[in-house]
């Protein structure tokens, strides 16, 4: 009999013991069984802390909006695994992952490939097939030995660094950014997209002997009066572009990663029609995604202490008033203290749910925990579902609720507001 999209991804959680297994041994060698044609235009790789998703999602736009055909792989999923695989920016089908799953698990034979390397070959191989233009992959975790990475980027990207699973990536800056630079390339175009570049990062790609542009130091965007923008590349400059979605400093620094990866592949390509309508197409979901209703209800991915500073000054410039009430959901290898520490005076009443996957944090754990951090009125909810339901029920219409975290409270979120 054989085996649904659900059979199939139950079935690859449990053939490796453990949920992440670092290292490009195991897929290099399922790689060359595989016998992969890269796509004829170009491999864009994207790594770090915050913005990936956001990064890759303009990419492919761009390139779209100039007539490449485009296949994308980003990871986690909001709501269905076929989020994770984009051709021609469409999800691929339950059909189409099945097919894939087969190929690679023919090819595999006895390797015992973890979740999210069956996966990442799985995408890797239906690209091929595909003969996509180019590829858009986002890294997993961190770089360097990250299952992406047994794919020789020609265009690399770091959004940022920050302090991030330092159970596997190191406890300082410096050593997670040199995990990060692992993606580089000798001789190859890469950019960096915060400031200051840290010298972890900048001594990995030296010794690596890559070509890295920084933001703010080789290309450049700025905001205008009103609501534009200007962006300047290497080759190529813009006034008065229109504003992403959301429209807040941190998502022009994602679109200007992408504008100079993408001059970088060629410069043609960075015409004023095609930006425009990429900056028009790319809005991925839940990033600071704002759902009017009886409530203003606001959905951000947010799980660090980067992106909840990030999301401090978003809610901040937000012209909101009122009580505002946070439904949050965390994973346990996520650092609670510093992500309450960013919201805690913003916050009136917090409901701590436990999100369903295997690394989710206890809901009466995580409560006991935010209190700790300083978070006000803190109540336990449940399930997701009861949360959002919690949240209608002792607030009052017109206020805000803000859920945040993960993406697993966020896609149930959508869900719930049926969005999806």
Not at 386 to 410: D, K, M, N, W, Y
């Amino acid at each position: 009999m054989q085996r649904s999209l659900s059979d199939w991804l139950a079935w690859q959680a449990g053939l490796n013991p453990h949920e992440i297994e670092l290292g490009l041994e195991r897929v290099r060698r399922v790689i060359d069984r595989l016998s992969l044609d890269r796509p004829a235009a170009g491999v864009f790789t994207i790594a770090g802390t915050n913005g990936k998703g956001s990064t890759v999602s303009f990419i492919e736009q761009l390139c779209l909006a100039n007539g490449l055909e485009t296949a994308a792989y980003t990871s986690p999923h909001l709501i269905r695994y076929n989020e994770r695989m984009r051709l021609n920016g469409k999800e691929v089908s339950d059909e189409w992952l099945i097919e894939q799953f087969e190929v690679v698990d023919a090819a595999r034979a006895d390797i015992p490939l973890t979740y999210f390397e069956f996966g990442t070959l799985a995408a890797l191989h239906g690209f091929s097939q595909a003969r996509a233009d180019t590829w858009i992959l986002e890294i997993g975790l961190g770089g360097r030995l990250d299952a992406v990475n047994a794919i020789d980027p020609d265009i690399s990207v770091v959004t940022t660094i920050a302090l991030e699973h330092q159970d596997w990536l190191g406890n300082t800056i410096d050593a997670i950014a040199a995990e990060k630079a692992g993606i580089l390339r000798r001789g190859r175009p890469a950019f960096y997209g915060d400031e200051p570049m840290p010298d972890g990062f900048r001594q990995a790609a030296k010794q690596i002997g890559a070509n890295v542009a920084c933001l703010g130091v080789d290309f450049v965007c700025q905001a205008e009066p009103g609501d534009t923008w200007t962006w300047q590349g290497s080759a190529t400059e813009f006034a008065g572009l229109p504003l992403p979605t959301p429209a807040d400093p941190t998502q022009r620094r994602n679109v200007s990663l992408g504008l100079a990866a993408v001059e970088a592949l060629d410069p043609v390509l960075l015409n004023r029609s095609a930006v425009e309508r990429a900056l028009a197409a790319a809005r991925p979901a839940a990033r600071f995604q704002v759902i009017d209703r009886d409530r203003q209800w606001i959905v951000d991915v947010a799980h660090n202490p980067q992106a909840a500073e990030i999301l401090r000054q978003k809610l901040l410039d937000l012209d909101a008033h009122g009580p505002l009430t946070v439904v949050i959901g965390l994973l346990e290898d996520k650092q609670v203290d510093g992500f309450v520490a960013q919201l805690a005076d913003l916050a009136d009443r917090w409901l701590v749910c436990s999100v369903d996957v295997a690394r989710g944090h206890d809901a009466q754990e995580l409560a006991a925990l935010i209190r700790q951090a300083g978070g006000r009125d803190v109540m336990t909810a449940g399930t997701p579902e009861q949360g959002f339901a919690a949240a209608r029920a002792i607030s009052q219409p017109g206020e805000r609720v803000l859920v945040t975290g993960s993406f697993h409270i966020a896609g149930p979120a959508l869900c719930w507001l049926g969005l999806y």
